[in-house]
């Protein structure tokens, strides 16, 4: 009998886990495991901010999916997925190749979502990935480095669209890291501008009012200008145009403008035709796309309801961990004839977001934290998803452990 | 009875060398010394190819002027000269201040030659200082982190314009120093281009030939790709348009162009109406500019007519360093009342020319050198010159002491 075909798509947070948790609950002769990943690295995407702003190297955010996957039963191929043939069960890849599937998990992270801003994808940067996070923090020591030269202010500001949890953790990275860069490029630190511009009536929706109010006091105090409540026209090659009163407009010359809101799934689940919203799959309680019984959806391009308030949880790296886990048990199930999958529950253990290395805002259990305890917790975290997808190897070769401040 | 007043317009090697011995020669009492730059640190012209390729940062090829001069005898004023009033013995500083003088020297650094050639001007670098060699590196650092987002070969082409003197040393730092980025760019090597293009008939004119072999051949085993006796005829914002046979010309698309070839006289000299060629003061045998009697000039801005061969002396730092020497104790002659002075004759101990960190090639004491050898003999060079105007604690401070490789 043939071994059924389990292809995971994407080594992010769920595909990683998804993959890792199977390679323990199934032996080599129960099942071929195909992982498919564009890059032979994964990625901490909730440490893309850090590398953004240089406080940390784009390798401390990435480790080898070599070092976590077991060779003996998991195939790696390097490559995209450019497209599903549902009817067929095949995916299609960049290179050209075609991989058939039994079981199909969809874990591709999502791409940036711009609202149809004019001249967002033209003029803007996005902490996207490793690559467009190095290219962030090249491009302000590159404005940096020239404002030396030519002396135009512009180059001395920058503008995050968003002050929901990405932007405001890069703005505290942010926060740290440009008295660094004024003393490397010998630049006044009163020269440089940072400008938060969100469009919400608060920055960081849905987080406790206290919090935000000692998150965005604390960014303040690093020099942040926060245009609450301000939405963004348009990017230009000089900096962006938002929206002042009722149909005034205002124009905030930057050199360096970072788009840090919003996510919508992935390209290919609208490219293969998969029932979505906005790119994303509101998936079924045991985490399959509605309609078909071998593919399971989760992480960005994945959609469930929080029941309580009637609205999406937020993509996190947290959920497309549990998600990841359910997956790899219930795939475990249909490989060995079982049909009584189990049902996602998001057990949501808290958000901490940083402000920086040395503080941090968050809930946990329940609790409401701030300050040394919450950045710790924060580092914490971050230390809990390298434990969970390589162990003790991976938290000690990747971990954060600069723990005392 | 009043002091005499020496001013010196720049912190170069002419001018710190002048400052350093009028301090030990003349007492406090004997004149008052005002020494005038831009910036409250030296920096080492000679290593400025090194800052640009990042294998030195800026800190490393700088130092503070008041680490060198003696606070009690000189007089440190941060600002620009921008032109000497020659009939009422008056230089007028960019903040708006006036200074008078009794003698003058002018040590003031050159310009970029860029004989006209359209657009160098706008789409060139220049290693001409500590902020545009930053501006250089800062600039190959994006282009290489930005090639990795949107995959635009051309981000990875460097075109170095002459191979001269600057040009190979800075190609020799590029040799080593690229190895280094395509790692940390996650970048295929043999992505990478680097063209030097060179109007005259070979590189390093009047350099030994056999020399000249041995340095072309290494660079070309760096990947460096020279295309020699070639004009660039135009530099656009897309990279350089050089002469190809009699009429026709052809494009090299590089998004990092740096014109390393010529250097001519700071503007001053022409804006204060003191007799030139080009910039250059064809200056008198004690240093004086022609028919001014209280004015020397020294460094890029002087001319010193090679009589051997009937052409000028290249402008160096050992020649200016000499010629600083010569003028301070021609001015203590002045101040004490004589009018012997001295005249100059240079000492030509030899030229060595860096091809990395790890090679060179040079002719010292008239013996021809390559190899470790003539790597070694470079650092020592670079440390006399730290010796000569800070003594053993600015050499053991910014000293380049890994001899050995």
Chains 1, 2 share one sequence.
Not at 82 to 104: A, H, N, P, Q, R
Not at 154 to 163: D, P
Not at 257 to 275: D, Y
Request: proline share 4%; glycine share 10%.
């Amino acid at each position: 009998m043939r071994k059924p075909k389990i292809v995971v798509l994407g080594a992010g947070y769920g595909g990683l886990m998804t993959v890792t948790r199977l390679q323990k609950q199934l032996g080599s002769t129960d099942a071929e495991i195909v992982l498919v990943n564009k890059n032979d690295y994964h990625y901490e995407t909730t440490w893309l901010h850090e590398a953004s702003a240089g406080t940390l190297s784009p390798d401390q955010v990435r480790y080898d999916i070599s070092s976590v996957i077991d060779r003996s039963k998991v195939d790696f191929v390097q490559d995209t997925a450019v497209k599903v043939e549902l009817e067929t069960k095949k995916v299609i890849l960049e290179k050209g190749d075609e991989l058939s599937y039994d079981y199909l998990v969809v874990a591709l992270g999502g791409a940036p979502e711009t609202f149809g801003i004019k001249g967002l994808d033209k003029y803007a940067f996005s902490i996207t990935n490793v690559n467009t996070a190095r290219q962030i923090r090249e491009h302000i020591e590159y404005q940096f480095a020239t404002y030396k030269v030519d002396k135009k202010p512009e180059r001395l500001t920058i503008v995050v669209g968003g002050a929901g949890f990405t932007g405001m953790e890069f703005l505290g990275e942010l926060g740290n890291q440009i008295p660094r860069w004024c003393k490397e490029y010998d630049i006044d630190k009163e020269m440089v501008k940072v400008v938060c511009v969100e469009a919400a009536p608060t920055a960081l929706p849905g987080f406790d009012p206290e919090l935000v109010q000692y998150a965005t006091a604390l960014l303040e105090r690093k020099n942040v200008e926060f245009r609450i409540g301000t939405a963004i026209k348009e990017a230009t090659p000089e900096g962006i145009v938002v929206a002042k009163g009722e149909d005034d407009t205002e124009e905030i010359k930057a050199a360096t403008v970072v788009w840090a809101a919003g996510v919508r799934g992935n390209p290919i689940i609208v490219e293969s035709g998969i029932e979505n919203m906005r790119g994303r799959v509101k998936v079924e309680p045991d985490l399959r796309a509605p309609g078909l019984s071998d593919v399971f959806v989760i992480g960005d391009c994945s959609l469930v309801i929080n029941e309580e308030i009637n609205r999406p949880y937020p993509p996190t790296a947290q959920i497309a961990m549990q998600q990841g886990e359910l997956v790899a048990s219930n795939l475990a199930k249909l490989v060995q004839g079982k049909t009584n999958l189990d049902s996602f529950t998001f057990d949501n253990k808290g958000t901490v977001c940083s402000l920086g290395d040395d503080d941090a805002i968050g809930v946990v259990f329940g609790k409401k934290v701030t300050g040394t305890k919450a950045s710790f917790m924060k580092k914490m975290i971050d230390n809990r998803a390298l434990y969970m997808i390589g162990g003790i190897p991976l938290t000690m070769k990747k971990g954060k452990f600069n723990l005392l401040k």
